[in-house]
């Protein structure tokens, strides 16, 4: 049952994995004509807190649970992120904490990039103990915890009771030897979540903002009597950036589509930049040489930017001259949060 809903949502998240609207084309970098650097100056290597990452792009959480087709996605993930040198998280998994035949599918994440830079990821009804079952099984270096309030309460078989997740997330970051980066699914978050965030010791967020996957319309493409009118909730990404900035470690994702997109994340302010369902499509539809291919391009797309602007490091794209325009200029200057 689990883990055909989680085929389900591979299946329809592949048709969502674009918005309607691409928030970053709102947001222009101001050109620069006269570069200066060499290419081979170019480092696009990051130290997001404790985790030194070659590159700023990674693949964000997807596949979790859904038996051998899923492990063999994940293995293919796996394989393609060790070879590219990028961060890898994988999809939630609860179901494997509670059922130890569902943990293959993530083993083999570990087997096949056993140096490669892994995140776990649980949801925040997690206890402590079910959390360091998580980052044990993968020998992670950090773990993600999602916040899918939409999707539970949009699903009919979804969770109800949230009173006790604020406690476990404070004793899930009190604990863990590793980072711990609480994260959104794709609604993005306000400057106001990012402060209680705080308050519980959280130094990582990743905003997960709208604008490319969309689990409200995933899960109501899944039944017949579909709650619609939660299509258009949430807060776009660049705005969701903008309003994290008082966040330590800010990591962005939710409709970033390549590697100008991404720097404008870092522009924004953000240290890294996450993308699931652009990745997972090309894989599923064109194949692993063509997922690799992708990757070269964001990469090849994001030194580009930097060339342009004469920044060597990623870190000093941070704060370049930016305009907004549309709905994402609407949000700031409205400072709706
Ligand atoms: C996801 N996402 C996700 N996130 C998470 O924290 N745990 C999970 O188990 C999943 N599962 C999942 C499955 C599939 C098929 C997709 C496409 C996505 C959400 C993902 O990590 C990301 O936050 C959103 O998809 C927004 O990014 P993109 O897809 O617009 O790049």
Request: glycine share 10%.
């Given at each position: 049952?689990?883990?055909?809903?989680?085929?389900?949502?591979?299946?329809?998240?592949?048709?969502?994995?674009?918005?309607?609207?691409?928030?970053?084309?709102?947001?222009?970098?101001?050109?620069?004509?006269?570069?200066?650097?060499?290419?081979?100056?170019?480092?696009?290597?990051?130290?997001?807190?404790?985790?030194?990452?070659?590159?700023?792009?990674?693949?964000?959480?997807?596949?979790?649970?859904?038996?051998?087709?899923?492990?063999?996605?994940?293995?293919?993930?796996?394989?393609?992120?060790?070879?590219?040198?990028?961060?890898?998280?994988?999809?939630?998994?609860?179901?494997?904490?509670?059922?130890?035949?569902?943990?293959?599918?993530?083993?083999?994440?570990?087997?096949?990039?056993?140096?490669?830079?892994?995140?776990?990821?649980?949801?925040?009804?997690a206890t402590w103990e079910e959390a360091?079952?998580?980052?044990?099984?993968?020998?992670?270096?950090?773990?993600?915890?999602?916040?899918?309030?939409?999707?539970?309460?949009?699903?009919?078989?979804?969770?109800?009771?949230?009173?006790?997740?604020?406690?476990?997330?404070?004793?899930?970051?009190?604990?863990?030897?590793?980072?711990?980066?609480?994260?959104?699914?794709?609604?993005?978050?306000?400057?106001?979540?990012?402060?209680?965030?705080?308050?519980?010791?959280?130094?990582?967020?990743?905003?997960?903002?709208?604008?490319?996957?969309?689990?409200?319309?995933?899960?109501?493409?899944?039944?017949?009597?579909?709650?619609?009118?939660?299509?258009?909730?949430?807060?776009?990404?660049?705005?969701?950036?903008?309003?994290?900035?008082?966040?330590?470690?800010?990591?962005?994702?939710?409709?970033?589509?390549?590697?100008?997109?991404?720097?404008?994340?870092?522009?924004?302010?953000?240290?890294?930049?996450?993308?699931?369902?652009?990745?997972?499509?090309?894989?599923?539809?064109?194949?692993?040489?063509?997922?690799?291919?992708?990757?070269?391009?964001?990469?090849?797309?994001?030194?580009?930017?930097?060339?342009?602007?004469?920044?060597?490091?990623?870190e000093q794209l941070k704060g370049k001259?930016?305009?907004?325009?549309?709905?994402?200029?609407?949000?700031?200057?409205?400072?709706?949060?």
């Amino acid at each position: 049952m689990r883990s055909e809903r989680k085929l389900d949502h591979i299946r329809h998240a592949l048709n969502h994995s674009e918005g309607p609207v691409h928030y970053f084309d709102e947001v222009d970098i101001v050109h620069r004509s006269l570069a200066k650097l060499d290419w081979e100056q170019l480092d696009i290597s990051v130290q997001l807190g404790e985790l030194n990452v070659s590159s700023p792009l990674f693949v964000n959480a997807m596949t979790g649970g859904g038996g051998e087709k899923t492990k063999e996605i994940n293995r293919k993930l796996a394989e393609i992120a060790g070879e590219k040198n990028i961060a890898m998280a994988v999809g939630s998994q609860m179901a494997a904490i509670k059922d130890k035949e569902e943990r293959k599918t993530y083993e083999v994440v570990r087997e096949v990039n056993p140096d490669g830079i892994i995140f776990a990821n649980v949801g925040s009804e997690a206890t402590w103990e079910e959390a360091e079952v998580a980052i044990e099984m993968l020998r992670a270096d950090a773990l993600q915890i999602h916040l899918n309030t939409v999707q539970e309460v949009v699903m009919p078989e979804g969770d109800r009771d949230f009173s006790f997740r604020i406690e476990n997330i404070r004793r899930v970051i009190s604990e863990s030897p590793v980072p711990v980066i609480v994260k959104e699914v794709g609604f993005g978050m306000s400057g106001e979540t990012v402060k209680e965030l705080q308050e519980l010791g959280c130094r990582y967020v990743d905003v997960g903002g709208k604008g490319g996957t969309n689990f409200s319309k995933v899960e109501n493409e899944r039944r017949d009597n579909s709650m619609d009118s939660f299509h258009s909730w949430g807060i776009p990404t660049p705005v969701s950036i903008l309003h994290s900035l008082e966040a330590e470690h800010i990591i962005a994702s939710g409709g970033i589509r390549s590697g100008v997109d991404g720097a404008k994340a870092l522009v924004l302010g953000a240290k890294a930049f996450g993308m699931a369902g652009p990745l997972l499509k090309t894989l599923m539809e064109d194949g692993e040489p063509a997922l690799r291919g992708k990757i070269d391009l964001i990469h090849h797309e994001l030194k580009s930017v930097m060339m342009i602007l004469g920044c060597e490091t990623v870190e000093q794209l941070k704060g370049k001259p930016y305009i907004l325009h549309g709905e994402t200029k609407n949000w700031i200057s409205q400072k709706g949060v």
